[in-house]
């Protein structure tokens, strides 16, 4: 018998965990997926205090949970509970992605890749070692971002921070070829830059405009708001405006979701235009 809902007493179980959590875009998306490709599961949203965080995560395999992501501010605490972790989990020192196996807690972070294929989707011809990167921010998603494009050979990753120890302690963690400026001079390091990423919550609904001038940004520059509420930032309608291509936020949080709903649920899910604006209906 079908329970009302779609899925049935035999349905695989995944979820999101954060605090608070009622914000989260990942139950429409992969619920999306799941009735996309007819399958029997369904993905729940988790409010979990970062205080009891690691313990409840250790209970999935009791629990029957095939897997999770997680938000902030747990991603830490769940990189603590995992019995095994993937090479950006350990590079990064946080979980977002857990897969239940065999009893087993394996712990993935995704945020690397899901920049990574969103940049390469909206431009293929891409190239890491086309010139250097500048980075603004210096929190969780620029540490991310800053260690995929040192993987894929990045000759140098300029990042501005509005507290500069926080920028330097990226460079003393990663080495080279990030090398951190001052904020007030991050409008001067434009000038050579192939790719400018803001990584901040300037620009987001209810927070200021990022202030910066874009003037000696190279017109062949491409520009990365990973920002998408609103979908369309003070940042991408300069750059947009200037003849720079711009790229938004949203492709990021999709693509990061691929990884653990292939794990759970088997299939290897598509990010299109349908998804987008399934998820946009939203913000």
Same mark, same amino acid.
């Given at each position: ?227 998408? *509420? ?8 300069? *750059? ?44």
């Amino acid at each position: 018998m079908t329970i009302p809902g779609g899925f049935t007493g035999a349905a695989v179980v995944a979820g999101v965990c954060g605090w608070p959590i009622k914000h989260s875009r990942s139950p429409r998306i992969h619920n999306y997926w799941l009735r996309q490709y007819g399958i029997d599961g369904v993905y729940v949203p988790f409010a979990m205090p970062p205080e009891g965080a690691k313990d409840a995560i250790r209970m999935l395999p009791a629990l029957g949970i095939r897997g999770m992501n997680v938000t902030v501010p747990n991603k830490e605490e769940a990189y603590k509970a995992m019995d095994e972790v993937d090479r950006w989990a350990q590079r990064l020192k946080a979980v977002n992605t857990i897969v239940v196996r065999d009893g087993l807690l394996y712990g993935a972070n995704t945020d690397a890749f899901g920049f990574l294929e969103s940049l390469r989707k909206a431009q293929p011809g891409w190239r890491a070692d086309a010139g250097p990167v500048v980075v603004l921010g210096a929190g969780g998603a620029a540490r991310a971002i800053v260690a995929g494009l040192q993987d894929e050979g990045a000759p140098e990753i300029r990042i501005a921070n509005r507290t500069p120890e926080r920028a330097a302690a990226i460079r003393d963690e990663f080495g080279k070829p990030v090398r951190p400026i001052l904020w007030e001079q991050r409008a001067d390091a434009l000038g050579d830059a192939a790719l400018l990423i803001n990584t901040t919550s300037l620009g987001m609904e209810g927070q200021p405009a990022l202030d910066i001038d874009l003037a000696e940004l190279p017109a062949t520059s491409v520009v990365y708001d990973i920002v998408y *509420a609103p979908l369309e930032t003070p940042l991408l309608v300069a *750059a947009r405006a200037r003849g720079n291509s711009a790229i938004d936020g949203l492709g990021m949080l999709l693509h990061q979701a691929r990884p653990g709903f292939r794990e759970w649920f088997g299939t290897d899910p598509v990010v299109d235009q349908e998804l987008r604006n399934h998820v946009l209906a939203v913000l």
